[in-house]
C-alpha cells in the first residue's frame, strides 16, 4: 500500500503538466532537428525493424508447421544469435577494412541473402549456416547504432535521439506484428499453413532492399578517420574495460541470458498455450509493440523527471510482475494485457540504458565498447535461447519465466552500482 501510494504521488507531482500533443510534438521535433544521417539512420532502422517483426512472430511458427522441434527451433533461432555474437567481434575489422558506409551495405546484402536461403532451403545444415550469417551480419549494423547516434548528440539531445530511434523500430515492429500475422492467414487460405508464414517471411525481407538506399545516403568519411584510431587486437578489448564496464557487461549478460530463454520463443509460446491462429499471435504481439511505442515517446520526459537511473530501474522491476502473469496464461485478453506492460516496460530502459553506456569510455573506443557490450548481450541470448528450447521441451514452457525473473532481478543490483551513485546520471532536468 505504501509503494502504491508512493508512485502515486510521484507521477502526480512530477507528471501533471504531462499531454500527449507535446508529447508528439517532441517525438517529430528531435526527427526534425537531427542531424541528415541521423534521419536516414533511423529510416534503416525502421526497414530493420519490419523484418525484425517478421522474424519474431512467424519464424518460430514456420519452423513449428514444417515439423521442426522445440529443440530444433532453439537452435536454429540460437545459431542466429551467437552469429550477432560473433559479428559484434568482428565488426570492428570490417569497418577497418572497407570503411562504415561500405560494411553497412555489405551488412544489409548479406541479411537479404542470407534471410532468403534458411526460410527457403529446408535442409537444416543450410539453414544453421545461413541463420549464423545473417546473425554476423545484422551485427555490424547494430554495434554501430549507439556510436553513430552519440557522435551527433550532445548531453542535452542524446536521449531524445535514442528515444526517438527506439520508438521507429517499435513503430516498424508493431506495424509488421499485425501486418505479418494477418497476411500468414491470408496466405494459407490458398495453399496452406506452410505456404502462408514463408510467404510473409519473403515478403519481409524485400524492405532491407529498401534500407540500401537509405544507406546511400548518409556520409560517414568523417567517421572512418575515427574508427580507425581502435585496432583490433584481443588485447584493445581488455583495455577499455574498467570497473564499472566490467559490471555492466555482466548486467548485460543476465539480461541477454533471460531474454534469450523467453522472448524468441514468444510466439510459439502464444501459439501453443492458448491454441489459437497466427492472425491472434500477431495481434497480441502488435498489441504489445504499440505500448512499446507509447512508452518510447515517454523516455524523455519521464527520464528527465525522474533521473535516467531511477527511470532504468522502476521500469525494468516493474516489468517482473506481468512477465510472471505471462507464466500463468488466463486466455487470450489476459496475454495481450501482460504482454503489453512487460514489453512496454521493459524495453522502455534500453535506449535510455545504451546512451549511459556510452559515458563509460571516450569517445574514440565507444565503437569498441559497443562492440563487446552486443558480443555480450548475443552471446547470452545465444545461450539462453538454446536453453529455453531444451527446459520448454524437457520440464514445461513455463519454467524459462522464472529463471528470467530471477536473472532480471540481479540486473537491477547491477545497473544501480554502476549507475547509481554518479550524480551524471541522477541529476534531473
Known amino acids: 500500500m505504501y509503494m502504491k501510494c508512493m508512485l502515486a504521488h510521484t ?207 548518409i556520409k560517414f568519411e568523417s567517421e572512418v578517420k575515427d574508427e580507425k584510431s581502435s585496432s583490433n587486437k584481443i588485447k584493445d578489448y581488455l583495455k577499455v574495460l574498467n570497473h564499472d564496464s566490467v559490471l555492466y557487461m555482466v548486467k548485460t549478460a543476465f539480461i541477454g541470458l533471460g531474454a534469450g530463454l523467453i522472448v524468441p520463443f514468444f510466439s510459439v509460446y502464444i501459439k501453443h498455450s492458448l491454441n489459437v491462429s497466427d492472425s491472434v499471435v500477431g495481434s497480441i504481439m502488435a498489441f504489445a509493440q504499440f505500448g512499446t511505442v507509447i512508452g518510447g515517446l515517454l523516455i524523455p520526459i519521464l527520464s528527465r523527471k525522474l533521473g535516467r537511473v531511477k527511470f532504468v530501474l522502476i521500469c525494468q522491476l516493474m516489468s517482473i510482475p506481468f512477465l510472471i502473469s505471462i507464466s500463468f496464461p488466463q486466455g487470450a485478453f489476459v496475454m495481450a494485457v501482460s504482454f503489453f506492460f512487460r514489453n512496454t516496460l521493459m524495453n522502455m530502459a534500453n535506449p535510455v540504458l545504451s546512451s549511459m553506456a556510452m559515458d563509460l569510455v571516450e569517445e574514440k573506443d565507444r565503437t569498441l565498447m559497443s562492440s563487446i557490450f552486443s558480443l555480450t548481450d548475443n552471446l547470452f541470448r545465444a545461450l539462453g535461447t538454446q536453453a529455453g528450447g531444451i527446459i520448454m521441451m524437457a520440464i514445461s514452457y513455463n519454467m524459462p519465466y522464472y529463471i528470467t525473473v530471477v536473472l532480471y532481478l540481479m540486473s537491477a543490483i547491477l545497473i544501480y552500482f554502476v549507475f547509481g551513485k554518479n550524480e551524471k546520471f541522477n541529476k534531473l532536468r
Open 11 to 217: 507521477f502526480d507531482n512530477k507528471f501533471k503538466e504531462m499531454n500527449f500533443v507535446g508529447i508528439f510534438k517532441e517525438f517529430f521535433g528531435i526527427i526534425r532537428n537531427a542531424n541528415k544521417n541521423v534521419q536516414w539512420f533511423m529510416s534503416c532502422i525502421f526497414m530493420n525493424g519490419l523484418i525484425m517483426s517478421a522474424l519474431s512472430v512467424m519464424l518460430g511458427i514456420y519452423y513449428k508447421n514444417i515439423g521442426f522441434s522445440e529443440v530444433i527451433i532453439g537452435n536454429l533461432l540460437s545459431v542466429r544469435t551467437l552469429g550477432n555474437s560473433i559479428g559484434a567481434f568482428f565488426a570492428i575489422m570490417l569497418v577497418q577494412t572497407f570503411g562504415n558506409k561500405k560494411s553497412l551495405l555489405i551488412s544489409f546484402s548479406t541479411m537479404i541473402i542470407s534471410g532468403l536461403c534458411f526460410v527457403n532451403i529446408t535442409y537444416l545444415p543450410i539453414m544453421q549456416a545461413t541463420s549464423f550469417l545473417f546473425g554476423v551480419a545484422q551485427a555490424v549494423f547494430v554495434v554501430m547504432q549507439a556510436p553513430f547516434y552519440k557522435k551527433y548528440s550532445d548531453d542535452e539531445t542524446v536521449v531524445g535521439i535514442f528515444s526517438a530511434s527506439f520508438v521507429l523500430n517499435n513503430i516498424a515492429m508493431f506495424t509488421g506484428s499485425f501486418l505479418f500475422g494477418k497476411l500468414s492467414d491470408v496466405f494459407a487460405s490458398f495453399s496452406g499453413i506452410v505456404f502462408g508464414s514463408r510467404s510473409v517471411l519473403n515478403l519481409g525481407f524485400c524492405f532491407l532492399i529498401l534500407a540500401l538506399f537509405s544507406l546511400s545516403k
